[in-house]
């Protein structure tokens, strides 16, 4: 049975999100940003927490596992990287690895660039991308402690998932990655009408997650940095599209 998935904010531009296995009853958040509302999800939909997924050891990512695990004793999976810093995990996950809600199964995909530790889930049968603070609606993660060639080879493998995967990212910095993105991308005619998409949605309390790979590959800058019009907005025609990639995203850190 196909999976039921529900999104929401936390904190001030978190984004929970619950995946429910209706054939088990089985249900996992994808983080943990803020107890409140994660039980408010789960009180809305009926749903027993059985597991936290964790997509990298950040604080604001984190810090609700430990009383909704008081609460309703669900079991934690961590990235096997975050071992040391995430003690309260039952299990840690490495690439290859599978992780199964229920009957739902997704494919641990180590995606280092925002933190060495992250990692992202891909429920294929889903068509569901968990990309945390990997990819998001328009841009991507801060590169805190890996290289810029270790984030670009983690956004380029996302990419190359199917147009209609949907993307689940874990922030709603949508508005502000789509001035940006209109600041690298003035030509953009898809990015435009996205934009005032994404305004519809903000003045109707609504946010633009889940996005698709599609529609990014279509809109999003930085995975865009191989098309010459963001190679021209950077001044790099010709160079590597690691390199231009770089030089948004560091353009970006100071917008
Ligand atoms: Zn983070």
Redesign the pocket.
């Known amino acids: 049975m196909p999976a039921e998935i529900r999104v929401f904010r936390c904190l001030s531009d978190n984004i929970g999100a619950l995946i429910h296995d209706p054939a088990t009853g089985a249900c996992a958040a994808l983080d943990a940003p803020e107890e409140a509302p994660i039980i408010k999800a789960l009180e809305e939909t009926g749903w027993t927490l059985s597991e936290i997924i964790v997509t990298?050891r950040?604080a604001?990512?984190v810090q609700a596992i430990e009383p909704l695990k008081r609460r309703t004793g669900c079991r934690v999976v961590a990235p096997e990287k975050a071992r040391g810093q995430m003690p309260v995990a039952d299990a840690y996950v490495r690439e290859g690895d599978t992780v199964r809600v229920g009957e739902l199964a997704a494919h641990v995909w180590e995606t280092p660039g925002?933190?060495a530790d992250?990692v992202t889930y891909w429920f294929a049968a889903d068509r569901a991308l968990f990309a945390?603070?990997t990819i998001f609606t328009l841009g991507c993660?801060r590169v805190?402690e890996s290289t810029h060639a270790q984030m670009w080879n983690s956004l380029t493998r996302l990419a190359a998932l199917p147009d209609d995967a949907s993307v689940y990212s874990?922030h709603d910095y949508v508005i502000a990655n789509g001035k940006f993105a209109l600041a690298a991308d003035p030509d953009n005619a898809a990015l435009k009408a996205r934009m005032a998409e994404a305004e519809k949605a903000k003045g109707e309390g609504r946010f633009l997650i889940p996005s698709t790979i599609g529609e990014e590959k279509a809109t999003n800058p930085f995975l865009r940095a191989g098309e010459p019009a963001l190679a021209r907005s950077v001044k790099m025609e010709g160079a590597e599209r690691v390199a231009v990639f770089q030089a948004l995203r560091e353009w970006k850190n100071r917008f």
């Open positions: 990298h950040h604001d990512h925002h933190c992250h945390g603070d993660g805190m874990g």
